[in-house]
């Protein structure tokens, strides 16, 4: 009614409107896009899940523990993933720790070593033959991962690497035991990819252990 | 373990909050993250927004409060305008108290989880993923919604011109009016709308707009964390908190 009075009130009110549906529309698309790398995600490593959850199942019931790490919004992607083994809503509770968890550790390293340095220092502490490291990360070559896998390759470790794009050094690295890559160059879908293959091996560990 | 299906209701939604988000970030909104029971996940929201993945991305304000006594502690840090968002199941005490105390502290409120729902109203935007299952949580599922919610929010910034707060912002099934006792009751004979308060002490209530005298005689006792129903400078009822 008012529109004959203040046309250009209704406009701006259109164009939230159409900038809804957008954003609507926009959310959607992303969705299935990531639905979709997801499930061929899954396919194409249906294989390696069951390897590394072997393997993994194997080391935990002869006392091994699991350490992940990553950098950002992949360290608390292993964040969630360590959670998910040490505290599962259902199954059995597993030993495994983020190694980004203590500011403490973190900072102490980064500023005594370098930051290339705070992973890597945390498993010659803590890692054992038995033990399991996983690293998360979109790229596949930060220093501070690759540093840790040598380090983990070194001590016996059962090494597990997430990388996105072609798999950056983790999937070239003798130092990596299995690389999970997903084929895809943006690094929110990788990120959402590597969350449900990282529930999958746990799935599977589960059952291995059972 | 299912993909999540994101249907029309719930992208309108994540479409709302999104320009919601966005113009209270321009607005000068800090962004706090909570999520007791997968803290990680208020992490990743905080970082997501601090140190965007996309090179040229506007840093945002965002910061995850983790660590005991978290009402005592998003009382402590946020301000009117700011916003909360919380990744928890519609039963996590902490984030329910907060939720229904986030109006007194001027805060908007967002809440991610699965499951089941939270009450109608139970905060300003819902973003929810139907499955019961309680590993969603670790499958991506939720890592999806705020990504998505980030990615929107940033085309919103790309429409400078919507930016502005003058427009409202209607979500398809949640927001505060929908629930009767956050609705803000208004005054018969003077059209004056209640308001929510929280006590601070003796007469003193924390509101959206600060902290007010308010008349606690048809209510009390009162002691501080009570909320209030205030109208014309009166508490007219208690509220309980979840």
Same mark, same amino acid.
């Given at each position: ?210 | ?18 320009? #919601?988000?966005? *113009?209270?970030?321009?607005? !000068? %909104? @800090?962004?706090?993250? +909570?999520?007791?029971?997968?803290? $990680?996940? =208020? ?54 108290? #907060?939720?229904? *105390?986030?109006?007194?502290? !001027? %805060? @908007?409120?967002?809440? +991610?989880?699965?499951?089941?729902? $939270?009450? =109608? ?63 803000? %009751? ?57």
């Amino acid at each position: 009614m008012t529109g004959f009075l203040y046309p250009f009130l209704e406009a701006e009110e259109r164009d939230q409107e159409s900038l809804l549906r957008d954003l609507a529309a926009s959310a959607r698309a992303k969705a299935a896009e990531s639905a979709a790398l997801r499930e061929a995600t899954l396919a194409a490593n249906a294989e390696l899940v069951e390897t590394a959850a072997a393997e993994m199942a194997r080391r935990f019931t002869a006392g091994g523990r699991l350490f992940t790490f990553g950098n950002g919004g992949s360290s608390t992607d292993a964040a969630t993933l360590a959670g998910l083994f040490a505290h599962p809503p259902l199954g059995a509770p597993l030993p495994a720790w983020s190694l980004a968890a203590d500011q403490a550790i973190l900072t102490a390293l980064g500023n005594d070593v370098g930051f290339e340095l705070v992973f890597a220092r945390q498993l010659i502490a803590r890692g054992d033959a038995r033990d399991v490291a996983v690293a998360m990360s979109t790229s596949g070559s930060s220093k501070d991962l690759t540093a840790a896998f040598r380090e983990a390759r070194k001590r016996g470790m059962y090494t597990v690497g997430f990388a996105g794009y072609d798999g950056g050094e983790f999937a070239a690295s003798p130092d990596v035991d299995v690389c999970f890559v997903v084929r895809s160059q943006s690094v929110h879908r990788i990120q959402e990819a590597q969350a449900l293959l990282g529930y999958a091996v746990w799935e599977k560990v589960q059952e291995g252990i059972a | 373990m299912s993909t999540p299906v994101l249907d029309q209701d719930l992208s309108s939604d994540l479409a709302a909050a999104s320009l #919601v988000l966005a *113009r209270l970030f321009s607005a !000068g %909104a @800090t962004l706090w993250c +909570i999520a007791p029971a997968w803290e $990680p996940h =208020a992490q990743h929201v905080a970082v997501e927004f601090v140190h965007p993945v996309i090179v040229g991305k506007k840093a945002l304000p965002a910061v995850a409060l983790t660590g005991p006594d978290l009402v005592a502690t998003v009382r402590m840090s946020a301000r009117p305008g700011d916003v909360v968002l919380a990744v928890a199941a519609a039963d996590q005490p902490d984030v329910c108290s #907060v939720m229904r *105390r986030a109006p007194a502290w !001027g %805060a @908007t409120t967002l809440w +991610i989880g699965s499951g089941p729902r $939270p009450g =109608a109203g139970a905060a300003d935007h819902v973003l929810w993923l139907g499955d019961p299952d309680p590993r969603l949580p670790a499958t991506g599922g939720f890592v999806l919604l705020y990504h998505l919610l980030w990615e929107l929010t940033h085309v919103c910034f790309e429409h400078p011109g919507l930016l502005a707060p003058e427009t409202p912002v209607a979500c398809t099934t949640e927001g505060s009016l929908a629930d009767p006792s956050m609705e803000p %009751a208004v005054c018969i004979t003077c059209s004056d709308e209640g308001r929510l308060g929280e006590v601070v002490g003796p007469g003193r209530a924390r509101t959206a707009t600060g902290i007010e005298d308010v008349a606690t005689v048809l209510v009390d006792p009162v002691v501080p964390g009570d909320l209030l129903l205030i109208h014309a400078g009166m508490a007219i009822t208690k509220v309980e908190v979840p």
